[in-house]
């Protein structure tokens, strides 16, 4: 296991999330189309629903684990708080409420700021995915963006299965996840996520903690699996700088006074 990691400076450009950016990663959940055609697309509910089905993985790899503990599903939910950002010109931490504030004056004099928010934690799950779902977040709401922020795992099954496609991906859910290992920071990214896009994180990914930009809370109903043993639900490690005259691991995020726009694209 992983406790610590240190990392040389460098910055993140978040990326749109969308399954074809984020398919080593996992599987975002999103309207998909109503295509009729489509043999994942079936009518339901007396015609009145349209049915997609396998919009994600949900499977279960403790048998795989060193600890003979089953594993349930486990359905939680986080409320994911607005995160401290800091100002790139200034160097000044901001809160939510403050970077709004900035939007006071009139509509024509606002630009777009630049905010930083350092990578200190990743985690990852080794034996199952984890799926986070946003309660009723519309894509139109500027309230509701988040990042979602992952890494690669450092070992050769990593690096095999870098090109691989959503398909692959859902097509087997039984493919053990990588075990061992510390995140390649060096090939760590961001994706903005909107209020009606959930993600599934990939059993072993390491990623992480939601970070919430806009002024409120997001709630995520969490799906996975679990035993209870610490080690087999999760791994945590901190990133440490090397020294103390660098900056470390930032996503670069440009956000507007009065509200998120998309994180610098």
């Known amino acids: 296991m992983y406790q610590i990691i240190t990392a040389l400076d460098s910055m993140i450009t978040p990326e749109t999330l969308s399954q074809e950016a984020f398919s080593q990663f996992g599987t975002v959940i999103e309207r998909p189309s109503t295509d009729a055609t489509s043999p994942r697309i079936v009518l339901a ?4 629903a349209v049915k997609t089905l ?4 949900l499977f279960n790899h403790y048998p795989s684990a060193s600890h003979d503990v089953p594993a349930k599903p486990v359905i939680n939910m986080f409320t994911c708080y607005p995160r401290n950002l800091l100002d790139n010109e200034s160097k000044t ?3 939510a409420q403050e970077r709004l504030a900035c939007g006071n004056g009139p509509q024509e004099s606002q630009v777009h700021q630049q905010y930083l928010f350092s990578v200190k934690v990743l985690e990852r799950h080794p034996y ?4 986070f779902i946003p309660l009723g977040l519309a894509a139109s709401n500027p309230d509701t963006l988040y990042l979602v922020i992952v890494a690669p795992t450092l070992s050769v099954r990593a690096e095999q299965s ?3 496609s959503a398909a692959s991906r859902l097509d087997d859910p039984t493919r053990l996840p990588c075990k061992g290992g510390a995140p390649d920071l ?3 990214r961001a994706f903005v996520a909107r209020g009606n896009q959930a993600v599934t994180y990939g059993a072993g990914t390491w990623h992480a903690p939601m970070v919430v930009l806009g002024a409120t809370a997001v709630d995520f109903v969490v799906l996975q699996y679990a035993n209870g043993v610490q080690n087999d639900d999760c791994e945590e490690i901190t990133v ?5 005259h660098r900056n470390g691991v930032q996503i670069v995020v440009e956000l507007n006074a009065q509200r998120p726009a998309s994180a610098k694209l």
């Open 128 to 131: 199952t995915p984890q799926t």
């Open 93 to 95: 931490p901001r809160t």
């Open 45 to 48: 509910n007396q015609a009145s």
């Open 240 to 244: 440490e700088l090397e020294d103390t």
């Open 186 to 188: 060096s090939r760590l």
């Open 162 to 164: 870098r090109h691989s």
């Open 54 to 57: 396998d919009i994600t993985e």
